[in-house]
């Protein structure tokens, strides 16, 4: 089991940046493929960013490409979500989640998420 704890959330006006962060329990974090996420109230949830369990394979929401980047440090057993340029749209609680099987497979854990406000 893993259990994930996002930090780095926080206010920011338009064109700033932020950069947030997940550690992970465990010693098999690096055996997951993690993602990014993010919500806002009333709207579904929405895939931000992924990374393979090497790190070595990165995709992005369209929203997120040229702008976020996503990384993680095994060692550490963190993952890491740089945002810069961002926009109030980009508003909204970000979680980062773990799952072991690629493709369509649902994450199987989740953190409990980390405000990230833009004010324009």
């Known amino acids: 089991q893993v259990q994930l704890v996002e930090s780095g959330g926080g206010l920011v006006q338009a064109g700033g940046s932020l950069r947030l962060s997940c550690a992970g329990s465990?010693?098999?974090?690096?055996?997951?493929?993690m993602g990014w996420f993010r919500q806002v109230p009333g709207k579904e949830r929405e895939s931000v960013a992924s990374?393979?369990?090497?790190?070595?394979?990165?995709s992005y929401a369209e929203s997120a490409k040229g702008r976020f980047t996503i990384s993680r440090d095994n060692a550490k057993n963190s993952v890491y979500l740089q945002m810069n340029s961002l926009k109030p749209e980009d508003t909204a609680v970000y979680y980062c989640?773990?799952?072991?099987?690629?493709?369509?497979?649902?994450?199987?854990?989740w953190g409990q998420g980390t405000q990230v406000t833009v004010s324009s």
């Open positions: 465990g010693r098999t974090f690096s055996m997951y493929i």
């Open positions: 989640a773990a799952k072991a099987k690629p493709g369509q497979s649902p994450y199987d854990y």
């Open positions: 990374i393979s369990a090497s790190g070595k394979t990165t």
